[in-house]
């Protein structure tokens, strides 16, 4: 390929630049002036910017909310969509999950595939194209994204509402070969305020607080109960965590002080989108608890309607919402975080339901299904589905590119995800993970390896080759 001698020749500057993207712990915090998603977020756009800068692209910051970096000449713009932000590292790490350590080949790092990893890729491919001198009959722009991962996209709301819109273009924040459809995504809150308190007569087990999760979009893989027993209830609770961890290969750990019993419950993180890769350490905590002889009360109630209703399932049958279509499938259903007290609960749920239905039918049911059990219910913020025909002159020239490359025959693929492709027309994810890689975006250990992360690099090349004639 025309392009194959040129990238490998900047495989050391592809991964320096990689490895000193991973190190912002980029994930969002509190807001400060200039800084809408944290000054850790910030700096990281800056930085990225500057990079781009150093090779030759004209660059803009969008008040931090995100940037781009640009090169070429015309009216049409290619858009390559990518963003800096990331989910929080979680636990169980076996590198330092900021190092960007490479380990055999494996650039570790949060963010080393979702996407500073492939947002890199972009930057050395179209630094790849210029240097050939081949004639930009538009201009390509990669647009950096701060606030991908909450799912506001706060971030592309304010860019486009200043700057110019691409004719088209892809997002590297997917799969290969190429993804044409996304299931639409909302993200909403079960909320129940407790009004009567636990009856201090009762001698059962009283649930005193409830924390799991970190974000919607990801599967948790801890979650900690306090429980208050004025009875001795050791033996039973001992003995249901024991047949859960033998019977249910859960992983479930009980610290006794006294009256005041701590159970801790692991799982293993995933991507929100695929859920059924990972272990829902809160499902696993409120199957654990619906088995114990639990006070009669609010809280009670609300853990039981979870359990029953959402249980470890990742389709949404228990609630009703177990939609399928032929194009993307069968509805996807995360119960991302929860958090209880002796005041509130709240149950976070994230669900991407199939191409051909709409937000009003499967809201039809949460509404029905909340309340019939006196449970409140919020949408957070939510994406319409995604979908680009196969004869689609974008997808017939990413599927030229993907098969001259890597020899393999395109396949059009359907996902769960949600990518920056819904936010401009004529757009799908493309990349970066191969077919038969481990899918490891927001999991534990999280890497790309070197050779797929050049490899990945060359398809962008070419791909924007094709797309500026």
Not at 170 to 181: E, K, L
Not at 258 to 278: L, M, R
Not at 282 to 289: D, E, G, T
Request: net charge negative; hydrophobic share 35%; aromatic share 8%.
């Amino acid at each position: 390929m025309k392009f194959n001698n040129a990238i490998n020749s900047m495989k050391e500057d592809i991964i320096k630049t990689t490895q000193e993207l991973i190190r912002f712990n980029s994930a969002e915090t509190t807001p400060e002036p200039g800084a809408p998603f944290g000054k850790p977020m910030r700096d990281c756009l800056d930085r990225a910017l500057k990079l781009c800068e150093d090779l030759g692209f004209n660059t803009k910051n969008v008040d931090g909310y995100a940037g781009h970096a640009e090169y070429g000449e015309g009216e049409e713009i290619v858009g390559i969509l990518v963003h800096l932000d990331v989910v929080p590292e979680g636990t169980g790490w076996s590198v330092d999950p900021y190092s960007g350590q490479v380990i055999d080949g494996k650039l570790f790092g949060r963010g080393s595939i979702d996407d500073k990893g492939p947002a890199v890729a972009a930057m050395f491919a179209l630094k790849a194209v210029m240097d050939a001198d081949e004639k930009f009959n538009k201009r390509v722009r990669i647009i950096f994204g701060c606030d991908e991962e909450s799912g506001r996209w706060d971030c592309m709301k304010r860019y486009f509402q200043s700057e110019e819109m691409p004719s088209c273009g892809f997002s590297p924040d997917a799969d290969f070969p190429i993804i044409n459809s996304e299931m639409g995504i909302t993200i909403f809150t079960l909320n129940k305020k407790f009004i009567q308190p636990d009856s201090a007569a009762c001698t059962g087990i009283k649930i005193k607080t409830i924390k799991g999760g970190n974000r919607p979009n990801m599967v948790p893989d801890f979650c900690e109960c306090e429980l208050d027993m004025q009875k001795d209830f050791t033996d039973r609770v001992q003995k249901t965590a024991d047949l859960m961890n033998e019977k249910l290969n859960a992983k479930i750990e009980i610290d006794l002080k006294e009256t005041i019993c701590v159970v801790k419950s692991y799982g293993i993180s995933a991507h929100g989108s695929t859920p059924e890769k990972g272990v829902n350490a809160v499902s696993q905590m409120i199957s654990f608890l619906s088995k114990l002889p639990l006070c009669a009360g609010e809280k009670t109630d609300f853990v039981r309607f979870m359990d029953s209703s959402v249980g470890m399932e990742t389709d949404g049958t228990s609630f009703g919402v177990n939609m399928e279509d032929e194009v993307s499938g069968k509805l996807v259903f995360n119960l991302g975080v929860f958090e209880l007290n002796d005041e509130q609960a709240a149950a976070t749920i994230n669900i991407r339901y199939p191409v051909t239905k709409t937000r009003d039918e499967v809201y039809s049911v949460i509404d029905k299904k909340a309340s019939e059990a006196g449970v409140e219910y919020k949408e957070l913020t939510g994406k319409a589905p995604l979908y680009v025909p196969a004869d689609n002159f974008l997808v017939k020239k990413l599927s030229d590119v993907y098969e001259r490359v890597t020899g393999d025959k395109t396949k059009l693929i359907s996902i769960g995800g949600g990518t920056y492709s819904r936010a401009i027309k004529n757009a799908v994810a493309f990349g970066p993970l191969f077919p038969g890689q481990p899918e490891l975006a927001h999991q534990k250990d999280e890497y790309v390896s070197v050779e797929d992360l050049l490899k990945c690099t060359e398809i962008y090349a070419e791909a924007i080759s094709e797309l500026i004639k």
